[in-house]
């Protein structure tokens, strides 16, 4: 196996090695679980008002990645997504489309087919995802593959074993060799938070992430309990500000899995905000990895503007 080429960053320097790694590592502060939760606590308080509502629920309709990763998937069920990420409402073309669809890397083709010419990205669980336990040639191939047949974005997933074995230059050397064979493609890198375990390896593997050149920070596949949480996510959040103050890039954020209603998606946008500000508030920094949320989200936009709940027969089930 050929050693990826190592990526320069004003953080790292010029040639990346296993000391340089390991110094930048331990230089990432502890986190203060109790001030964690006690922000993300005062955060969910928060109220808007009615026409900062209905922005921000348009707002995370565009910022969804509509997701089906499931072994039953068939390209009947891959069309049917396409078409809801097109046009949510087929009743009502005010709303946007999401946006992402985000498939297995074999229903990539039947995917971009259907969402030709529409600004709806194509996004492909690539690496051997759940588990990312493979080896490189194998996860750089499936990369390949995907994009070579229509990907536009490849959500990887680190290597979790070899992260919490202290393997931190594994996990580096693969992401970095992942973000050469993506080109122009965005990088999603999936971090599975809820295997690692305390905030400090969520920070740590954050900041390892970006520093190998991750265009998102993702927090899980969704195949794993706990997923995606907003204590988590804001831990995220802050080593993303801190990276930016350090470096001068802007990393993306994208909870995944577990995220159904938009009252939940809404203090998400509010962490996002607090936390970030305003640059971080579009589609091409921040993301839902969700299925079931965009019903909810219709249903919301349809209750501002109206004042009436539609049923939830109404909209098409994902």
């Known amino acids: 196996m050929s050693t990826p080429a190592p990526l320069t960053l004003p953080v ?43 922005h921000a629920l348009e707002l995370a309709v565009r910022m969804t990645d509509l997701t089906t990763l499931e072994g039953k998937d068939t390209p009947g069920k891959v069309r049917q997504l396409a078409s809801k990420a097109r046009r949510p409402d087929p009743t009502d073309p005010s709303i946007p489309p999401v946006a992402a669809l985000c498939i297995y890397p074999a229903m990539v083709p039947v995917a971009a087919e259907a969402l030709r010419g529409s600004g709806v990205a194509v996004a492909a669980v690539a690496t051997y995802f759940p588990s990312g336990q493979a080896p490189l040639e194998v996860k750089l191939a499936d990369t390949r593959a995907a994009l070579a047949a229509g990907a536009d974005e490849i959500d990887m997933v680190i290597d979790r074993g070899a992260f919490l074995a202290g393997d ?6 693969e992401i970095v060799a992942v973000r050469e064979a993506c080109g122009s493609a965005h990088l ?22 970006m520093a190998a050149g991750a265009d998102f920070i993702k ?46 998606a809404i203090r998400y ?43 939830p027969d109404y909209f098409t089930k994902d």
């Open 168 to 173: 931190y230059m594994k996990v580096y050397e």
């Open 12 to 54: 790292l320097g010029t040639h990346v090695t296993p000391q340089a790694l390991n110094a930048y590592l331990e230089a990432t502060p502890p986190v203060d679980e109790v001030a964690v939760h006690e922000r993300v606590a005062s955060l969910a308080t928060r109220s808007i008002k009615r026409e900062s509502k209905l």
């Open 188 to 209: 999603k890198v999936i971090l599975e938070t809820g295997e690692l375990v305390t905030f400090d390896n969520v920070r740590k593997a954050s900041m390892l992430a």
């Open 269 to 311: 946008l509010v962490l996002v905000y607090e936390t970030l500000g305003t640059a971080w508030m579009t589609p091409d920094r921040f993301r839902f990895g969700a299925s079931s949320l965009l019903n909810d989200l219709l249903m919301q936009i349809r209750w501002v503007r109206t004042g009436a709940y539609q049923s």
């Open 219 to 264: 927090t899980s596949t969704g195949k794993v309990g706990p997923a995606a949480t907003r204590p988590v996510t804001l831990v995220m959040l802050e080593a993303i500000r801190d990276f930016a103050e350090l470096t001068g890039i802007g990393v993306g954020m994208k909870p995944a899995g577990g995220i159904r209603t938009a009252k939940d």
